[in-house]
């Protein structure tokens, strides 16, 4: 009996799947040297740990004890705000600990000091080394005290819970995840460049977080129409949230627009990436 023969194709796509199997397992045993380091002092690693959660926690808890004496906040329930809260800190979170070697302070560093050349020539992917190059475990206790929080406004914000809501609001999150890491991308790729990270970023990461946690109501116009169709961030949480909660989309948008988030992230993070290409191709170090 004749074996079926092998076309060129075929042995192509084993070969990318053989190569992407290799560079996941590589990007593995990078996160696994990150933990490996820093679980060898425990003692740091949890006060860092608690620390982190620290953050989270007294920044939710000031609003929830400052609520009550105003009853609402633009007519959101403690609840409605918890889902939207939980849901931007979450993807942050995630997002932090996934592009964490992308952030403009890790990686000016690495500019700095010149050990960023040491990534241009081991044998391996540029943006696979970066992206295990800083993997903060610490980060961990800060995604199990978003979820709670959002888990807190699933329960108490009165929705009505579908399969169709609980896409929508995963696609929220990937698109967050996508979205932020882009910023990240874009202020680390900056850094080849100004050497030290860019203020002006963080005004628009973490600055940006801290906007999309709260409803949009409560801000100017100006600022609602900027973070919506200058910068689209009102695309990644916002809108999802007011679907699920059955209230309308602002300026008369249609539904749709409540379902574009996992959209909006990737095309922000394929544009990020193609930033990076362009100042990896300009880098010249800084003769450290």
Known sequence: MDKPSVTPQHRQKEGR?????????????????????????????????????????????????VLPRFG???????????????????????????????????LSQHVRSGSFNTFLLRPAPL?????????????????????????????????????EAALLLTGSVLGMVAFFGGLFVIGGTLTFWTVDSVEAMNVLTYGGRTLIS??????????????????????????????VLGRPLPDGLPLLAASLSPLVGPVMLAAAFAFWRVGVRHYGGTGT
């Open 17 to 65: 799947l053989a190569s992407a199997i290799h560079h996941l397992r590589l990007y593995f045993l990078l996160l696994r040297a990150q933990a490996r380091s820093q679980a060898v002092y425990r003692v740091s690693f949890a006060l860092d740990a608690v620390g982190s959660a620290f953050i989270t926690l007294s920044e939710f808890a000031a609003f929830v004890l």
């Open 72 to 106: 609402s906040l633009s007519g959101w329930t403690l609840g409605e705000v918890a889902l939207l809260y939980g849901l931007a800190e979450l993807a942050f979170v995630l997002m932090d600990l996934m592009f964490g070697g992308f952030d403009a302070p890790n």
């Open 127 to 163: 943006r696979l080394q970066i992206f295990g190059s800083d993997f903060a475990l610490r980060r961990v206790t800060r995604i199990f005290l978003a979820a709670g929080i959002l888990a807190y406004g699933i329960t108490a914000s009165g929705a009505v819970w579908t399969p």
């Open 214 to 243: 709260y409803p949009m109501d409560i801000y100017g116009q100006f600022l609602r129409k900027t973070f919506t169709y200058l910068i689209p961030a009102a695309f990644l949480s916002y809108f999802p949230v007011l679907h």
